[in-house]
Nanobody, 124 residues
Framework: VQLQACGGGLVQAGGSLRLSCAAS????????MGWFRQAPGKEREFAAA????????YYADSVKGRFTISRDNAKNTVYLQMNSLKPEDTAVYYC??????????????????WGQGTLVTVSS
């Protein structure tokens, strides 16, 4: 499975961005999808996850109410809509996939496939 993330860029605080992650080479509709982020000098952290059907989502407290994860199984794509961005949201954002299992969605080590990352920079 290959994951290709895009949509990052430079935005002012309070602005919005939408990240996309396109999957190929696997059965996208069976994967739990997650978004993680890694700020300079920090460990990779969980941001959001969505179940294979799209019926269940989960967010880190730091992004809850501002970010929305969604998916389009017909397009093999998962999205992360990011609103009210803050300078502390600056990071490389990675999409990740794992097969169906929801338990442990916040843990990096539970994912089988990773995209290359897309940089989001939020200026103050």
């Amino acid at each position: 499975v290959q994951l290709q993330a895009c949509g990052g860029g430079l935005v002012q605080a309070g602005g919005s961005l939408r990240l996309s992650c396109a999957a190929s080479g696997g059965t996208f509709s069976t994967y739990v999808m997650g978004w993680f982020r890694q700020a300079p000098g920090k460990e990779r952290e969980f941001a959001a996850a969505i179940s294979w059907s799209g019926g269940t989502t989960y967010y880190a407290d730091s992004v809850k109410g501002r970010f929305t994860i969604s998916r389009d199984n017909a397009k093999n794509t998962v999205y992360l809509q990011m609103n009210s961005l803050k300078p502390e949201d600056t990071a490389v954002y990675y999409c990740a996939a794992r097969n169906r299992v929801w338990v442990g969605v916040t843990q990096c080590g539970k994912y089988d496939y990773w995209g290359q990352g897309t940089l989001v920079t939020v200026s103050s």
